[in-house]
């Protein structure tokens, strides 16, 4: 069965410090890993993506570091900020592009 | 915003009833996937439909059934509503079927009772 299994479930980091968030994934047919945001009451919405065809993705305070031997992948938030609280999903999907498999979310709490 | 938008944001249905959930999706998209979030789980993948057919289904019954209009906005139906479907329901476009970009309309709070 596709999986995506994601870790920690909950992560509380203090306003400045870095947020990171692991995946890791069974299929090798995944070709598209995206992270998406979602604060409560709130659709998911799209935070970066990465191939595997990079192993780093950086955008403003967020970075994507992919391992393809180890099919891990990674979220890194620098300087959380307390409006980055909110509930983050990695997912995949394969060339396809029918369906994201997501992983269980983490909640982050950024402390003031 | 996304341009994605569902109807209604919250409903209340008795165990067994049937419920039809709405999504418009954004302009210029044509490809319309559905998604069930239990409380604290990730989304889960119901079905995707391209161009008004159905293009991939996850694993859900067959009481889960949608539509797509020429218009590309689409309904999601469940029938015999249990307790168990009680979710939020996503719907996310994207520009064709095998786009990887998808974006995500606020939801639909289900509740059954």
């Known amino acids: 069965q596709q999986q995506v299994k994601q870790s920690p479930q909950s992560l509380i980091v203090q306003k400045g410090g870095i947020s990171i968030i692991n995946c890791a994934y069974e299929n090798t047919a995944f070709d598209y890993f995206p992270w998406y945001q979602q604060f409560p009451g709130k659709g998911p919405a799209l935070l970066i993506a990465?191939?595997?065809?990079?192993s780093e993705k950086k955008e403003g305070r967020f970075t994507i570091s992919f391992n393809k031997s180890a099919k891990q992948f990674s979220l890194h938030i620098m300087d959380s900020q307390p409006g980055d609280s909110a509930t983050y999903f990695c997912?995949?999907?394969?060339?396809?592009?029918?369906?994201?498999?997501f992983g269980e979310g983490t909640q982050l709490t950024v402390n003031p | 915003e996304t341009g994605v938008t569902q109807s209604p944001t919250h409903l209340i249905k008795t165990r067994g009833q049937q419920v039809t959930l709405r999504c418009s999706s954004q302009s210029g998209h044509n490809t319309v996937s559905w998604y069930q979030q239990a409380l604290g789980q990730g989304p889960q993948f119901i079905f995707q439909?391209?161009?008004?057919?159905?293009?991939g289904r996850g694993n859900f019954p067959p009481r889960f059934s949608g539509l797509q209009f020429p218009n590309y906005s689409s309904e999601l139906n469940v029938n015999a509503l249990e307790l168990d479907d009680s979710a939020l329901y996503l719907c996310a476009s994207s520009l064709e079927s095998g786009w990887t970009e998808a974006f995500f309309g606020q939801g639909t709070r289900l509740t059954v009772v």
């Open positions: 439909y391209y161009r008004e057919e159905e293009n």
């Open positions: 990465i191939r595997p065809d990079v």
């Open positions: 997912a995949a999907t394969s060339p396809s592009g029918s369906r994201l498999t």
